[in-house]
């Protein structure tokens, strides 16, 4: 069936290293969002990348969506312990029902 | 403030209980959903509804049901036939049903088994 898979499952850095986390898509998204859930809490929208090869920055945040529309990246420089928390990707299929279907998550820590 | 409202935070389940989760929205959004979160788990949608009296089952809809009578309340019921019922449950709104708005998600309700 359809699916968004996201990875790497978890990744633990130290304060001040980069990170990236990757969404693949099994066809072709609508759009891609991109979510952040700090532990104990809900997801909250960060973002969301309509066009094909869109680039967005957010301060340290940098993301992606492939030129196909079936991949997307989330790139953050020089991490701080403020970016812990599990980031999501999800995505409209294109054409399908209007349901948003979301990847497994990256689980970020950091040692401080 | 506008937002999404659900209760209660935490919730406990006998053997062979129905319950009732609460979600209410103030933002006069089309579009509401539900979703289950399982420990270290993406979120899984159980049921969404687009309009008023009209809702769809998702991928894991067995087990539970939901009703839409109003446009700003969207409850799901947790009934026995759900045998897993621990998880984490988020409540989701979004603006209308074509739009590839975000989706606005409430604080969530967390359901054990006694």
């Known amino acids: 069936g359809q699916q968004v898979m996201q990875i790497p499952q978890y990744q633990h850095v130290q304060e001040g290293e980069d990170f990236t986390t990757y969404c693949n898509s099994s066809t072709t998204l609508s759009n891609i969002q991109w979510y952040k859930q700090r532990p104990g809490g809900h997801p909250v929208f960060l973002i969301q990348?309509?066009?094909?090869?869109e680039v967005k920055k957010q301060k340290r945040l940098t993301f992606q969506f492939g030129e196909a529309k079936k991949n997307s990246s989330l790139h953050i420089t020089a991490t701080q312990t403020t970016d812990v928390g599990t980031y999501f990707c999800a995505g409209y299929w294109l054409g399908g029902a209007q349901k948003l279907v979301f990847g497994q998550g990256t689980r970020l820590t950091i040692n401080p | 403030d506008g937002g999404i409202t659900q209760s209660p935070k935490y919730l406990f389940r006998k053997e062979g209980q129905n319950v009732t989760l609460s979600c209410e929205q103030n933002?006069?959004?089309?579009?509401m959903y539900w979703y289950r979160q399982d420990p270290g788990q993406g979120l899984r949608l159980i049921y969404y509804?687009?309009?008023?009296?009209?809702?769809q089952k998702g991928d894991i809809a067995e087990g539970y049901s939901v009703s839409r009578e109003k446009k700003e309340s969207f409850p799901l019921t947790v009934t026995s036939a759900q045998k897993n019922p621990t998880a984490f449950y988020l409540c989701a709104s979004k603006a209308n049903r074509e739009g590839l708005q975000p989706q606005h998600f409430g604080d969530g309700t967390r359901l054990s088994i006694l």
């Open positions: 509804s687009q309009i008023v009296n009209d809702f």
């Open positions: 933002l006069n959004h089309d579009a």
């Open positions: 990348l309509v066009k094909s090869g």
